[in-house]
């Protein structure tokens, strides 16, 4: 038995452009418009408790989403630094999120926010370990940008093609290492890529432009 959820689903070609500056000719999710079919084994999306929509295949090698066991991971670890579902509902401005969670060291979250020509970056980091439990939020700050430095992260953004990525075509599996999760939303759309220690590249690149915007202290050996 099937259930259809009110909330989210794929545009196959949806082709509009946006201050994200990138022509989106892709599959991302329109959070106003349309709905999704899951399995009730994976329940329903609002009451999962879960930051990321759930998993839903569109053919044999992709699909969109994160499943079961990796969402509620990742959850854990950004409803213990008190951070918010973006997915869901009005947000009223533009927002990318990185959750970068290593394995052995603390987790950490960095949001760029853009509202109307406001730009403002938060970043907090927590006293656990990425691959096991979250702990407690031991640094917490704000930082005004410049439109400058919005532009110069959506330049990296599309030169990553953020929002061309299936986000579940990762398929090279690891046991220790690092997960770097993007996420982006605005009032309509909505789009998570996850990467498993990303080398260098245009992803990291636009992950480590963020991290470079912080005042963490992040020792070169420790930025995996």
């Known amino acids: 038995m099937r259930t259809v959820v009110k909330l989210l689903t794929i545009i196959l070609t949806l082709i509009t452009t946006d201050s994200f500056g990138q022509t989106r000719v892709n599959l991302i999710i329109n959070k106003q418009k349309d709905t999704l079919e899951t399995d009730l084994a994976d329940k329903n999306i609002s009451d999962s408790g879960f930051y990321f929509p759930v998993a839903t295949r569109i053919d044999s090698d992709k699909c969109i ?27 009223n401005k533009e927002i990318f999120r990185f959750t970068w969670l290593r394995t052995f060291h603390n987790p950490i979250v960095i949001r760029i926010e853009k509202e109307n020509d406001s730009v403002h970056l938060f970043y907090k980091m927590t006293n656990g370990s990425g691959g096991y439990e979250p702990g407690e939020i031991v640094i917490d700050k704000r930082k005004e940008l410049t439109i400058n430095d919005w532009e110069k992260f959506i330049y990296l953004v599309d030169s990553c093609h953020f929002w061309s990525t299936m986000p579940c075509e990762k398929l090279i599996e690891g046991l220790d290492g690092s997960q770097w999760i993007l996420e982006g939303a605005t009032n309509d759309y909505y789009q998570v890529v996850d990467k498993l220690t990303p080398k260098r590249g245009s992803y990291y690149d636009c992950c480590n432009f963020l991290i470079e915007l912080t005042d963490l202290n992040i020792k070169k050996k420790e930025k995996y």
């Open 65 to 91: 989403g994160l499943d079961s066991f990796t969402n509620e991971w990742y959850s854990k670890h950004l409803r213990a630094m008190n951070e918010s579902v973006l997915y869901e509902g009005k947000l």
